[in-house]
């Protein structure tokens, strides 16, 4: 605790918490040089692997070019993916970064929203705007944008594209079905680094309709080059409650439909 109160000058309670519960495991958050430091954000923000399975994110990138990290919600898989994808731009490892995610509806009708095209889908990406906002200075996010240096899309315009020497996120990869799951991870060019995230209790899509990301963390289970990084309640760092909601959620008697 004294460690990390020197290392951020602040210990609050969810950090005692994660300290306590990693003790005995070992605590990259805390480890020494600030090797889990991933970048550096807007006014002075420093962006790090809080927890031991968001550090083997960050060691599991480096080593293969397609990681699947699946876990709850608020457990930083979207955040620490962002940062790993800001980190290779700035260290010219790729040329772009790709952020995309499935417009699915969460109980709202798609089409009843207003606007055009673009309005209606910019709610669904906008947690990845929300991460390179605090990674990246405004005016430079924005010309990044504008000469698509960063493109934040959804998953339809991925089709028939290869993405060469770009760093691609897939968020929210639960309500991908199996076809666009093969489309996606089948656009990866040269030079390319995927990350693929999601939470598998939280599928929105039919019934009917598999998701794409339960069956590829079930297939490509050993393959060489792939890595599956699954997060716990013990990654959450959101407020503490969130720990104790997920605990009661997993609580509840199972669907069988």
Known sequence: MLDHYRRHHSLGETDIERILQNSGHGTPAESPNDKNIIVYGNNGLVI?????NQYKMVESSAKNDLVFAVGPAGTGKTYTAVALAVKALKNKEVRKIILTRPAVEAGENLGFLPGDLKEKLDPYLQPLYDALFDMLPSDKLQAYLENKIIEVAPLAFMRGRTLNHAFVILDEAQNASESQMKIFLTRMGADAKFIVTGD??????????PSGLLQATRIFEGV???DI?????????RHKLVRKILGVYESLPKKTT
């Open 200 to 209: 598998v209790t939280q599928v929105d899509l039919p019934y009917s309709q």
């Open 229 to 237: 990084i699954k997060l716990d309640a013990s990654d959450v760092v």
């Open 224 to 226: 060489e080059g792939i």
């Open 48 to 52: 790090r692997a809080k927890t031991p």
